[in-house]
């Protein structure tokens, strides 16, 4: 996967369902190449996963589901890193009730998603691409708080929201001792 692949896949799959999600895919990515640049990662990578972490939404309109969607997506075409972070960018914290939205997905696939994130550890590219997702909106960058209460306001707080803020929050402190300096002043 290069990077002109994977903006061509973006642009293809505007094609089949504009949406805001496409900024915001462009708005992860940029955020992603940056920090992974002072952080000593591989920048490159960084963005390309950024641009591709949403592509099941590709498939259309849908809420959590679209982390399978984009997971199936990927697999089939051979890039598995790119599969990984469609279902890991979601659950900051690791548990499949954590979304913020609903499961619209079969049971099936919630059983195939608790095993996968049983199975995983979370390597610093999982983790970079959870926290640019959770400061990145469609129209630009945002303190996570404000997408926070954004998303709470939007969906409804649930058992695990508390759980989830603190583990986004755990990722800003991470990626600001990684690049030495605050995340928040590379916007
Ligand atoms: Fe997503």
Redesign the pocket.
Same mark, same amino acid.
């Given at each position: 996967m290069d990077r002109k692949f994977a903006e061509k896949l973006l642009l293809e799959a505007k094609s089949m369902n504009e949406g805001a999600?496409i900024e915001h895919s462009y708005y992860v990515a940029h955020l992603a190449e940056k920090i992974a640049s002072k952080a000593g990662m591989d920048s490159e990578k960084a963005y390309i996963l950024g641009i591709l %972490? *949403?592509i /099941?939404?590709r498939n259309g309109n849908m809420q959590a589901r %679209?982390?399978i969607e /984009?997971f199936q997506f990927l697999t089939n075409i051979g890039f598995d890193e790119g599969a990984r972070i469609?279902l890991t %960018?979601?659950f900051q914290y690791k548990d499949i009730e954590a979304i913020y939205d609903t499961w619209d997905c079969n049971d099936d696939e919630k059983h195939f998603l608790t095993e996968y994130l049983e199975n995983t550890t979370y390597n610093d590219y999982d983790k970079l691409i959870q926290l640019c *997702?959770a400061l990145s909106l469609a129209n630009g960058y945002c303190y996570a708080e404000k997408k926070m209460v954004n998303s709470v306001l939007k969906f409804g707080f649930k058992d695990t929201t508390i759980s989830k803020w603190k583990a986004i929050f755990e990722l800003k402190e991470y990626f600001d001792g990684k690049i030495n300096g605050d995340v928040y002043s590379l916007f």
């Open positions: 999600w %972490h *949403d /099941g939404r %679209h982390a /984009g469609c %960018h979601t *997702d």
